[in-house]
């Protein structure tokens, strides 16, 4: 009346039974043998699971093999899901664009004390500098610097960012810089003598910068302590040892950054 059997053979996984993927941490009991554990892993075609006293077993991928939640189903191995690549970074720490080529020459400006000042923003912020299309220009000093800020006629789109060295109370600079009072003007700086002492002296590999005697020249005096012949040799060895924003101390690091931040403010 009945036909076959329908208690005969392996009935249960002639059943049509849900598919589920055999994520990681999914508790499941295997039904032939009553094993239940959670997704671990794969291993040789089998799904990996480990009880809660840390045993582990292999199980073959059979169709309403396990039970979840009292259910038969039928593990399947996910998809390989893509893993998106690690967003590289510039050595200012910013997000690499990647795609974007540097923008024409914007009419702002970064002014910086030299050329060994200008060396060393653009290995940290160059691609930074470029996307925005903003350019960095070495002075011989700041002595003309009021003059010179004048000479170059900042506006609201044509702003002026000036880096400083040794810009503290009382100094020399401090009171050239108080002499300009564009508002589009932004003069900000760093407590060092020379941009050479904003490099961490580890990366350098000495454990602090020499001290220099009152009167003789910074650098001919750290070259003279650290038995350097030439200014421009140590230059090149402390250059080549920076590659991001990690190898120069804070206070330069936020000047930058407050100057970048000043000659990119968006037009209304």
């Known amino acids: 009346m009945y036909g076959e059997d329908v208690l005969a053979g392996d009935w249960r996984r002639r059943r049509v039974t849900p598919e589920v993927d055999a994520e990681p941490d999914l508790v499941v009991e295997d039904a032939d043998s009553g094993f239940c554990g959670a997704v671990v892993g794969f291993e040789s075609g089998a799904v990996v699971l480990e009880d ?7 199980f073959p991928l059979l169709p309403a093999a396990f039970l979840l939640d009292g259910r038969p189903v039928t593990l399947r191995r996910p998809a390989r899901v893509e893993v998106p690549a690690a967003r590289r970074r510039t050595a200012s720490g910013s997000v690499a664009v990647a795609g974007v080529r540097a923008q024409v020459a914007k009419a702002s400006r970064i002014w910086v004390e030299g050329i060994h000042d200008a060396a060393l923003v653009e290995r940290i912020w160059g691609d930074d500098l470029r996307i925005e299309g903003v350019v960095v220009e070495p002075l011989d000093g700041i002595d003309d610097l009021v003059a010179e800020v004048r000479r170059f006629e900042p506006g609201p789109d044509r702003r002026l960012g000036v880096l400083v060295d040794h810009l503290v109370a009382g100094s020399k600079e401090s009171r050239i810089v108080a002499s300009v009072t564009s508002p589009y003007v932004l003069v900000t700086g760093h407590p060092y003598v020379d941009v050479w002492q904003a490099v961490k002296p580890a990366k350098v590999g000495i454990r602090a910068w020499p001290q220099v005697p009152p ?3 910074w650098k001919e005096g750290v070259c003279a302590a650290l038995g ?4 421009a040799d140590m230059w090149r060895h402390i250059l080549s040892r920076v590659d991001s924003f990690h190898d120069v101390e804070t206070p330069l690091i936020n000047a930058i950054e407050r100057l970048i931040d ?3 403010v968006p037009q209304d």
């Open 52 to 58: 809660r006293h840390g045993r582990r077993r292999n």
């Open 215 to 217: 009167g003789r020249p």
């Open 228 to 231: 350097v012949a030439e200014p």
């Open 262 to 264: 000043f000659v990119t």
